[in-house]
């Protein structure tokens, strides 16, 4: 007796539907979603350390490049051709006017990550999607092995640098080579054990 495989289709959504989810109240303001190859997918809960590295991250390179780049957080990156729109934790683009943000004149050099419960999901298919959105720059501030996980080099839709760096390690990016950063200020200090 031969057994027949059954392929069942999935219907896949544009940006434009998912926005219009949004706008009719199929999706809640509050719900933690994001658009990822035409997939709704809904994003971890953030816990302490999370929201501590992000915002950290996020301050260190809104003060560092103040009037030399704009600085987003958890904001939508259209990424054109792939029916996605990922909100990363931070995105430091070209132009150092916000209001070039959506625009042809925004250009993001740079997408981070703060991973945990995440870290595989960020370290594969996020990289591959920002690889293929040829975005120059990903770094995954990894809290589960307290490193920064680099990606670098785009071509073709791939990464072709990947290394890993301890919190010891310094680190600039490739657009802002003077802007030597501490891996250890990346990362909430770790907290005592009360036992």
């Given amino acids: 007796m031969s057994r027949v495989l059954e392929t ?12 219009r989810m949004a706008e009719t109240g199929i999706l ?62 931070v995105m430091v683009c070209s132009n150092p006017d916000v209001a070039a943000f959506g625009t042809e004149r925004m ?27 040829e975005v120059p720059e990903y770094w995954v501030v990894n809290l589960v092995d307290r490193a920064l996980e680099v990606f670098r080099d785009v071509k073709e839709g791939r990464y072709g640098q990947r290394f890993t760096l301890e919190p010891a390690a310094r680190v600039a990016p490739t657009a802002w080579p003077e802007l030597e950063i501490h891996v250890s200020s990346l990362f909430p200090e770790e907290e005592s054990d009360p036992s």
Wanted: net charge negative; no cysteine.
């Fill in 8 to 19: 069942v289709a999935q219907r896949r959504f544009t940006v434009g539907e998912y926005h």
């Fill in 28 to 89: 809640s303001p509050d719900e933690r979603v994001e658009l990822i190859r035409g997939v709704i997918h809904q994003m971890s809960p953030k816990n302490r350390a999370h929201v501590v590295a992000a915002n950290l991250v996020f301050g260190l390179f809104r003060d560092a490049l103040r009037g030399r780049a704009s600085v987003y957080k958890e904001d939508p990156l259209r990424v054109d051709g792939l029916s996605s729109e990922p909100e990363p934790d």
């Fill in 107 to 133: 250009k993001p050099l740079l997408v981070i990550e703060v991973a945990e419960s995440s870290l595989r999901y960020d370290l594969n298919e996020k990289a591959t999607l920002y690889a293929e959105a």
